[in-house]
């Protein structure tokens, strides 16, 4: 199923019916708060699952939002045949849960970061986990190949625009960082890591995804 930049594939409060693996493009995983502000927690790319919370609740209802940011494709699969194949298939089953752990530690990780070290710490994390994401290699840095407004950037901070545009001006004046066109390239990864106390985990668990 061909998907649009600016469209959804669900929202938070409707009926759960539907799976989808991302072929291509981009879908943001979002949840609003009581007062309006968004908090972004994924970035879905290829081969990633969307909607998978969902799995095995009577009347579900899908509890966050589901943005496409990019044009691409996106496999459907229906919930509850889904369900009646793991139930099935304990080789299926056994390798959902494993993606499962792995998507919930790095949930957790996600959030360890936030309530330890605060906003400065959800910054950071966010910029490590996406040159584990979107990194690429330069002279001068690892640029992070995903451009993102300073608003963007907060809400996977869950904080403001303007206290993300104060750190990343302290990071700039430091030579930490620098910024162009809306892309962010690390220049001293090992100074980002080290205020948080960075426990090295691998990548495929420090991921934005």
């Known amino acids: 199923m061909p998907i649009k930049k600016g469209t959804f594939l669900f929202q938070e409060g409707m009926t759960a019916r539907e799976l989808y693996i991302v072929l291509s493009g981009r879908v943001k995983i979002s949840k609003l708060s009581s007062d309006g502000r968004e ?6 790319t290829r081969d990633e699952i969307v ?4 799995l095995f609740s009577e009347d579900a209802k899908y509890i966050f939002n589901a943005n496409v940011e990019e044009d691409g494709e996106v496999a459907v699969i229906n919930k509850d045949e889904l369900e009646r ?7 299926l089953a056994f390798e959902f849960m494993k ?6 530690r790095k949930t957790q990780t ?16 966010t910029l490590v ?4 994401s979107y990194g690429v290699p330069t002279e001068k840095g690892i640029l992070i190949d995903l ?13 403001t625009r303007e206290s993300v545009n104060r750190m990343l001006n302290e990071l700039r004046n430091k030579g930490i960082i620098s910024i162009y066109k809306s892309k962010i390239t690390i220049h001293d990864l090992h100074y980002i890591r080290a205020e948080i106390n960075c426990e090295g985990c691998p990548a495929v668990f420090c991921s934005i995804e």
């Open 129 to 132: 986990r996406m040159t584990n």
């Open 99 to 104: 993606w499962m752990s792995d998507h919930f």
């Open 39 to 44: 908090l972004s927690l994924r970035i879905c």
């Open 85 to 91: 194949k793991l139930f099935e298939n304990s080789k």
């Open 147 to 159: 451009t993102l407004t300073n608003q963007e950037l907060a809400n996977f901070c869950a904080t």
């Open 110 to 125: 996600k959030f360890r970061d936030l309530v330890l070290f605060g906003k400065k710490g959800a910054l950071y994390s």
């Open 51 to 54: 909607g998978e919370l969902t």
